[in-house]
């Protein structure tokens, strides 16, 4: 069956640029997340919904950061005004218990 | 603040072997703990999962312990394969459906 997807694979931005980072969560589930995952580290939270619901953004690292899912399914991550900094793997996960699905990430490359 | 973290960055295990990879947590209440494996370009895949009432489940090839007395989890890995290489990450989650918390990884390699 289908997991979770999410494009693009990889974004170059130059400083400045905003981009948009979309997540197809597995069909039916409820939870989403998001993740931001450094070089060498394990993913650290950014934001959770459930439903169309966000409820914890207490991840995100500034208000350039902005997530939504209007209808319940799609997310997409919106970054303005990219950092050098932002540059990691945004990694999203579903989930309809306890246990949380991954996609394969966004590699995002501020320059 | 509580953190999950891993008493070894990196491992080297002989094709065949066991291989154990271990984890200690602080957060006292946490509920649910997860081992997910994480290859190069990929996102984490779930490996294995286990409560805070269990201190023992096994899967296919893979047992969790969970030592809540210590706060220490370990993931062992039977007859380990040259596709069990990746960076192994324990995540602790206090409640359903709320935040994973991950360590930094342990990089398992095996040697043919």
């Known amino acids: 069956g289908a997991g979770v997807s999410q494009s693009p694979r990889y974004k170059v931005a130059k400083r400045g640029q905003d981009v948009a980072l979309r997540c197809d969560p597995i069909?039916?589930?409820?939870?989403l997340f998001w993740y931001q995952q450094a070089l060498g580290q394990g993913p650290e939270f950014l934001t959770y919904f459930q439903n169309e619901a966000q409820l914890d953004k207490s991840g995100l690292p500034s208000d350039r950061f902005f997530a939504e899912r209007p209808e319940g399914s799609v997310s997409t991550l919106k970054i303005q005004r990219t950092q050098q900094e932002d540059s990691a793997v945004y990694l999203c996960?579903?989930?309809?218990?306890?246990?949380?699905?991954f996609g394969p990430g966004t590699r995002l490359l501020v320059l | 603040g509580e953190s999950v973290g891993l008493h070894l960055p990196t491992l080297s295990v002989q094709e065949g072997d066991n291989s154990i990879i271990n984890c200690a947590y602080s957060n006292s209440a946490s509920d649910y703990f997860i081992w997910y494996k994480q290859e190069s370009g990929k996102g984490p895949q779930f490996i294995i999962d286990i409560r805070s009432n269990m201190d023992k489940r096994q899967g296919q090839r893979v047992t969790v312990l969970l030592n809540k007395t210590v706060k220490h989890l370990s993931l062992q890995i039977a007859a380990t394969q040259p596709g069990d290489s990746a960076v192994y990450f324990c995540?602790?989650?206090?409640?359903?459906?709320?935040?994973?918390?991950f360590g930094t990884g342990t990089r398992l390699t095996i040697i043919p």
């Open positions: 995540a602790e989650i206090p409640d359903p459906n709320e935040k994973l918390t």
């Open positions: 069909s039916g589930h409820v939870s």
């Open positions: 996960a579903s989930s309809i218990k306890e246990t949380q699905y």
